[in-house]
């Protein structure tokens, strides 16, 4: 490609020259003739009559996005919002976990009427069977009531008005002003989230926003915080006020996630990623009226059955996984025995228990299996599900035969909040930034401050108690 | 817009045979360009009746999705670009839009534009409009315009921008036939464009206008000579290496580079 008469060349220099002669502010020229056109040629086409109704849209805005008023406003709508998840998820859970007990209990009974050997019984339905059991019974009804209220708030057009309230929260910490719309996608879905950050137009806001997205509790994780919330938290209220004061528990758990999420991006972007939050604009779209037919499909096909779906695959071989680890034995002690007990000092150290521990590392798959997990884990051969059917005999299984306290609900919903992101996340990271070094850190920084965390808690509870 | 009063009666929609993701063969391509937020992806849906999620707030769609749709015997290939206010910018989704509109060969390129805002809308639509003559404006979100007592006045923006303007309410589904007819017309040639150039006179668009031969003879059939020679004066680098390592040459003689390579179950969720 080097005659001397290149073709390539003369254009090269051609540009070149013509470039020099222009004065090089070719874009400037550009952008400017634009700006005047569309103003022109909109100011021509678009007649726009007063009307009161604009006025609505924007007494709403002054409202919902008021300093003083709009971050309060957004928690009590959050609140509300797990209220009505908590109230409404209790009686169906219970009825879906009746019913599906019933069935593996006949299921077994067939299997034993048929003379299949006990293995294969315990199996298919002690085990892979009863880890599907669980997953539906306790995420269906929350995820059922839980998502269609959220796609309205999003249909509405809320999300961005979240956006504009924390917006001066996030570029204190140094983020983007998008940052915001990725972690509100996060609240769904971790791995959505870290793919969102593809708007990001800075390399250094984009990490940080890839980083820090797991710090706010997905789909997979809210069944986890409103379960524990219920059995335990409500619990220790009077009845009057115990779905309300479980409903606020998890909604300071997300509020805990967001301010894990912007002191982390704050240390970041003071340390590692330093650099100053670049602006951008946030579009403030209009409300609009959500379609219901559009909310019911979207927020049951796409993100409950999505969801589920997820949650069935990874639980069916975990169910069988854990079934083997508690039926195979070696002088006398399962395999499940040899590890939680292995597991049990560290788990101890940060006020959970070995069983909790191997959960967590059942369920980096899919987080959605923490509580099935431990409840299996739990259970180990008893048959006995069919009594666990509701939340005080829940209570009586973790409190009365696994010592759990009060720090061991609270460290538990913090470490779900805090640790590795799913093995799904984990993937979408190092696909978004190509790097195994970053996409390590983004994996293990969030289980180290989950460590902290819950260590330093639980240090100090043993202290005073 | 019109009002007809008997849908099943109505020839253009009878016609329309929504294909989903069955794209197959297809003998054109349409791309879905637009700013944020303004119902491109409400658009998609009910042209290819795929339910790719829509959501009331910008950047939901961050990658291409693309489905098919049948007209008048003709076959489609609707891609869903990223909402994008610009195309001068570098983020990563502004990008795929440009380069799609640049280098994707789409037989038609529809930029949907919010017709509560079209001054900042038509921004983006002049910047299409300066890198692409195949184009079809569509107004849409005019139910919120009405709300809103916006009037669009479909004559004179279509002789300012010399290209079919159609004004649509997607989730209505109001306009998309006379949407589906205009595509086929630009598609098809059936139309004079004069499409609306920025520059029109003056040294800068002399400038071009001498480059664009220079860079037509380096890179032969290359879709968009113009684009190029105004990165050039632009004094882009990428534009430049691009050139010297031959890879635009490479653009211009292969059949189709930007074919596909995103999986189909992006369109079908519009996630991964």
Same mark, same amino acid.
């Given at each position: #490609?080097?005659? %001397?008469?290149?073709?390539?060349? =003369?254009?090269?220099?051609? @540009? ?55 971050? %309060? ?57 009863? @880890? ?16 269609? #209220? ?32 990725? #972690?509100? #996608? ?9 793919? !969102? ?36 938290? !409500?619990?220790?209220?009077? %009845? ?5 004061? @479980?409903?606020?528990?998890? @909604? ?23 650099? /100053? ?23 049951? &096909? ?13 639980? =069916? ?32 150290? &940060? ?7 191997? !959960? ?24 006995? /599900? ?49 790097? !195994? ?19 330093? &808690? =639980? ?7 | ?28 391509? $349409? ?21 790719? *999620? ?139 464009? *004069? ?32 684009? $190029? ?7 882009? *680098? ?35």
């Amino acid at each position: #490609m080097s005659e %001397p008469t290149n073709p390539v060349d =003369a254009l090269l220099d051609r @540009a070149q020259d013509l470039r020099q002669t222009l004065g090089g502010n070719f874009r400037d020229e550009l952008v400017e003739a634009i700006y005047t056109d569309a103003q022109a040629i909109a100011d021509r086409a678009s007649v726009k009559s007063d009307s009161g109704r604009l006025d609505f849209d924007q007494r709403i805005d002054r409202l919902l996005t008021a300093p003083m008023l709009g971050l %309060p406003l957004m928690l009590l709508m959050l609140g509300g919002v797990f209220w009505l998840t908590i109230a409404g998820a209790n009686v169906p859970s219970q009825m879906l976990m009746s019913g599906l007990f019933w069935v593996e209990g006949a299921g077994s009974r067939l299997f034993e009427h048929l003379g299949a050997p006990w293995w294969l019984t315990g199996f298919v339905w002690h085990g892979v069977y009863r @880890a599907l059991a669980w997953v539906i019974a306790v995420m269906l009804p929350p995820m059922a009531i839980f998502f269609p #209220m959220f796609t309205m708030l999003e249909d509405l057009g809320y999300l961005p008005r979240v956006a504009f309230n924390l917006d001066r929260l996030f570029s204190k910490a140094g983020a983007h002003g998008k940052q915001v719309l990725t #972690m509100s #996608m996060g609240f769904g879905c971790n791995a959505a989230g870290v793919i !969102a950050c593809r708007t990001i137009d800075s390399p250094r806001e984009r990490l940080i926003a890839i980083l820090t997205n797991n710090f706010v509790p997905c789909n997979g994780r809210w069944p986890t915080l409103i379960l524990l919330a219920t059995v335990f938290i !409500a619990a220790a209220f009077p %009845p009057e006020v115990a779905s309300v004061a @479980a409903a606020g528990s998890v @909604a300071m758990v997300a509020v805990i996630g967001v301010l894990f999420t912007l002191v982390l991006s704050a240390i970041l972007s003071r340390t590692v990623l330093k650099g /100053t939050p670049s602006a951008f604009t946030l579009e403030l779209p209009p409300y609009r009226r959500p379609s219901v037919v559009r909310i019911l499909y979207t927020s049951l &096909i796409d993100r409950t059955m999505f969801v589920l779906w997820r949650a069935i695959v990874f639980s =069916a071989p975990a169910g069988g996984l854990i079934w083997l680890l508690a039926n195979i034995t070696i002088s006398g002690h399962s395999l499940a025995f040899y590890l939680t007990d292995w597991l049990d000092p560290l788990g101890h150290a &940060i006020g959970l228990d070995g069983v909790i521990v191997l !959960a967590f590392f059942i369920a980096i798959p899919a987080n959605e299996i923490v509580v099935p997990t431990i409840l299996m884990l739990y259970l180990g051969n008893t048959m006995m /599900t069919e009594e666990l059917s509701s939340s005080s005999s829940w209570r009586s299984l973790f409190v009365g035969e696994h010592d759990w306290t009060l720090l061991t609900a609270v460290n538990l919903m913090l470490f779900s909040l805090l640790h590795n992101p799913c093995s799904t996340t984990i993937y979408t990271m190092w696909k978004e930034t190509g790097s !195994a070094k970053w996409t390590a850190f983004g994996a293990l920084m969030p289980l180290a401050v989950g460590l902290v965390v819950t260590f330093t &808690i =639980a240090q100090v509870w043993y202290l005073f108690t | 817009m019109s009002e007809c009063g008997s849908c099943s009666a109505c020839p253009s929609s009878s016609q329309l045979d929504r294909m989903g993701l069955d794209v197959g063969k297809y003998d054109y391509v $349409v791309a879905l360009a637009g700013n944020p937020n303004t119902g491109k992806s409400s658009v998609f849906n009910a042209l290819t009746g795929l339910r790719q *999620h829509t959501g009331n707030w910008p950047g939901k769609t961050v990658t291409r999705a693309q489905g098919g749709y049948k007209f008048n015997g003709h076959r489609y290939k609707l891609v869903d670009l990223p909402g994008t206010y610009s195309l001068l910018s570098a983020a990563q989704d502004e990008e795929i839009a440009r380069n799609f509109i640049l280098f994707g060969r789409p037989d038609c390129t529809v930029v949907v534009t919010d017709a509560t805002c079209l001054e900042r809308n038509l921004n983006l639509a002049l910047q299409v409009l300066e890198i692409s003559s195949r184009v079809v404006v569509c107004v849409n979100l005019m139910d919120e315009a009405k709300r809103k007592g916006i009037q669009i006045d479909a004559r004179a923006l279509g002789r300012d921008l010399g290209v079919p303007i159609v004004l649509t309410s997607a989730r209505t589904g109001d306009g998309l036939d006379a949407l589906l007819v205009a595509i086929e017309q630009v598609v098809t040639g059936k139309v004079e464009l *004069h499409p609306h150039r920025v520059l029109r006179d003056g040294p800068f668009q002399r400038a071009v206008a001498e480059l664009v031969p220079m860079v037509e003879e380096v890179a032969p059939g290359l879709p968009n000579a113009r684009w $190029v020679a105004m990165r050039l004066l632009d004094g882009d *680098h990428r534009v430049r290496q691009a050139l010297l390592s031959g890879e635009l040459t490479e653009i211009a003689s292969a059949q189709k580079v930007y074919e596909e390579k995103i999986p189909m179950t992006i369109a079908q969720g519009g996630r991964e």
